[in-house]
């Protein structure tokens, strides 16, 4: 190593792996493509002049093009215009008493609606978590969470970690943490977004029924809407109103529209982040054009219109997971979520099945680090409503042909993948 290299600082060096990643990406027109589109139909998309199938969307249920959602869109705008650049703490445009009374409904708790879910985090944590209260992240929790729980550290707030969804060594925290702290809040995901799997809801209720000062802040952004009545999301599928549980969710992924939800379980902290949490007064709201679009949604969701939506993208999701087991693809979970992940391991797969892939005509999410750790490389593939059940077989159908040959060339194996992501060999 030469004198130079010493002196390099750690975020030096961490820029120059992740500038040498990006390069990687971006020279195999994997990652920060633009489509050339001239009009969207869901399923496919063109990019450097390739139509391809589009395994990328997180609009679950096909929403962003369904003609209710537009045409409210639509009507928006031309009533309101394009924007109302306020902040919330003065005045809040029209549609925002309509719209959020509606997620209320849906939801079955207090909502205040923000501009993104990551500026609701920013607003939410700092309000509700004490000086005396300690935080325990799942390891796997969104980095919008992680980011904004950062903001504690100021008020030096006890701050830990505990691995992912291991419920046992959460258990040991909250015994330890409970003799020194008020609350103990544990800071997770319905359904994780890189893997797909989803929080172990029954065993988090059992210990929100057992600890008095436990308490759970949950963030359901991926499954919104194709789950739970009327579109509550994965974790009121599983998990009803508890008064210790916090919950958040996006709309703009399942919902069909933007924004984000914070949703309480009683009205002190909705008033004190709806008055005064700090995005909500120094950010401007929601354009009209969006909010329309979130009524006309939320209208949707609250006709029986949503559980045939649900039921179909469900029986896509079982036929993906049965065809995937079939062909000897290796998926990181079972779990019924439309965050589907296929293992690979190495980078270097990665980068080569995926190519592969895009000169077949099939566009997908090729996960690297930093997103994942080094050698759990892989495939992210997000399930829609526009996505019909041939396409989901030609995509596995495809891997299942192509990754022999890749992981072969690459001196990998299926047994490597098996060791990198602790998998059971079939």
């Not at 209710?68 to 394009?82: E, N, P």
């Not at 209720?205 to 308490?215: P, R």
């Not at 529209?257 to 949703?263: C, D, K, M, P, Q």
């Not at 929601?286 to 329309?292: E, S």
Request: glycine letters at 6%; a negative charge.
């Amino acid at each position: 190593m030469t004198v130079a290299n010493k002196l390099k600082s750690k975020q030096q060096q961490m820029l120059e792996l992740l500038d040498q990643i990006a390069d990687t990406g971006k020279s195999l027109g994997i990652i920060l493509q633009n489509t050339e589109d001239t009009e969207m139909d869901g399923r496919t998309v063109v990019v450097n002049g390739k139509r391809m199938v589009n395994y990328t969307s997180c609009s679950y249920l096909g929403l962003e093009l369904d003609k209710r959602l537009i045409k409210g869109s639509v009507d928006a705008t031309t009533r309101f215009g394009t924007q109302f650049a306020s902040s919330r703490s003065y005045l809040s445009m029209t549609l925002y008493s309509d719209v959020e009374r509606m997620l209320s409904e849906i939801f079955k708790m207090p909502v205040a609606l923000s501009q993104t879910t990551s500026l609701g985090h920013i607003s939410n944590i700092p309000i509700l978590v004490g000086d005396n209260d300690a935080v325990v992240m799942d390891i796997s929790v969104h980095a919008t969470v992680q980011e904004a729980v950062m903001l504690l550290h100021e008020r030096k707030v006890t701050i830990d970690r505990v691995r992912h969804n291991r419920m046992d060594l959460l258990e040991e925290k909250i015994i330890e943490l409970s003799k020194t702290h008020e609350k103990i809040w544990y800071m997770a995901d319905g359904v994780y977004s890189m893997f797909g799997d989803a929080a172990p809801l029954d065993e988090l209720k059992n210990l929100l029924d057992k600890y008095d000062q436990f308490y759970l802040y949950i963030d359901d952004a991926h499954g919104m809407s194709w789950s739970g009545e009327n579109g509550a999301g994965y974790v009121f599928s599983k998990l009803s109103y508890h008064p210790k549980m916090y919950f958040t969710t996006s709309l703009a992924k399942g919902f069909g529209a933007s924004g984000g939800v914070l949703a309480f379980p009683e009205k002190t902290n909705y008033h004190r982040v709806h008055d005064y949490g700090r995005t909500f007064i120094f950010s401007t709201q929601l354009a009209p054009p969006i909010l329309g679009a979130i009524k006309a949604s939320a209208e949707l969701h609250l006709s029986n219109d949503i559980v045939k939506m649900q039921e179909e993208l469900k029986e896509k999701i079982e036929y993906f997971n049965e065809t995937a087991k079939a062909l000897n693809v290796p998926l990181h979970s079972e779990t019924a979520t439309p965050v589907r992940f296929i293992a690979l391991g190495k980078p270097q797969v990665g980068y080569n099945l995926v190519t592969r892939l895009m000169n077949s005509g099939l566009y997908t999410s090729l996960c690297v680090y930093p997103s994942v750790s080094y050698n759990n490389t892989g495939i992210r593939i997000a399930l829609t409503r526009h996505l019909t059940k041939d396409d989901i077989y030609n995509l596995l159908n495809t891997i299942s042909q192509l990754l022999p040959e890749v992981l072969a060339e690459c001196g990998s194996s299926f047994k490597e993948i098996n060791r990198y992501f602790k998998l059971t060999e079939n």
